[in-house]
């Protein structure tokens, strides 16, 4: 497998997460409110796991590529490609998302092209922490789920609902970000606040990711219980045949 389909990979698997997504909150956030929204970026992400994780790992989010930096399961100059095609895919998806709302007659019902954003519902300081606990949650399953043999038949699962949870908590404060890429492409093109405050839907979820490598070791360590709860005694000298 080459460096370059692992790359295609990644662009395009953020390019449908955003359009499936953010398309999900333009075209129908007043009808179908929060829980449509959260499932469709759930479910979206759950298929791509199973897609295109054999090739790539399915990042299609550059704060869980950091992560995965961070816990050398990836290079340098590879992380630094998938965070490329990440970018890319998801601007390209906001553009083909602007034009259905331009030339496509979809009404945008977000108002902003699906762009995270803070003040009416919560301000920087709040958007801040949620983004970067919610980011946390989503990278530490990621990061956790993948790391264990047994558990790669329903990592997709845990990954999607893990994604749904994070939108189901944070749609209605700020749009729910927990990806760098999701908030750049739609912000280029709606600019304004959008781009203004575009910052804090990078900074925070990097720092989510950052946190997530720094626990997930905590909790990928094999669990010994001690004797006293069931575990098995620590084998003493053999007793040496009558």
């Known amino acids: 497998m080459t ?13 449908l997460l955003v359009f ?15 829980v449509v929204v959260a499932l469709a970026f ?10 295109i994780g054999p090739l790539s790992g399915s990042h299609v989010n550059p704060a869980v590529t950091l992560g995965m930096l961070l816990s050398g399961r990836i290079s340098p100059l590879g992380a630094v490609a998938y965070w490329i095609a990440q970018f890319a895919g998801a601007t390209v998806a906001a553009f083909l998302l602007w034009v259905l709302t331009r030339w496509g007659d979809v009404a945008d019902q977000t108002g902003a092209l699906g762009s995270n954003g803070y003040g009416a519902h919560i301000n920087r300081f709040g958007a801040a922490l949620l983004e970067t606990v919610l980011t946390f949650l989503f990278v530490l399953v ?11 038949a329903v990592a997709g699962v845990a990954i999607g609902l893990a994604l749904a949870v994070a939108h189901l908590v944070g ?6 970000s927990v990806n760098p890429a999701r ?9 304004g606040i959008a781009l203004r405050q575009l910052w804090v839907f990078i900074v925070f979820p990097l ?10 070791p905590l909790l990928t360590q094999p669990y010994a219980p001690p004797a006293a709860l069931g575990g098995t005694e620590e084998p003493g000298p053999e007793t040496p045949p009558a």
């Open 3 to 15: 460096d370059m389909q692992r790359g295609a990979a990644e662009f395009l698997g953020t390019l």
């Open 142 to 152: 990621v990061l956790v789920v993948t790391s264990r043999a047994e558990q790669t």
């Open 207 to 216: 720092l989510g990711g950052v946190l997530a490598a720094l626990v997930a």
């Open 42 to 51: 759930g479910f979206v992400m759950l298929v791509l796991v199973y897609t």
């Open 171 to 176: 749609v209605a404060l700020d749009g729910t």
């Open 183 to 191: 908030s750049f492409g739609p912000a280029v093109f709606e600019g």
């Open 20 to 34: 499936v997504g953010v398309g999900s909150a333009v075209a129908a956030r007043i009808q179908g409110g929060v």
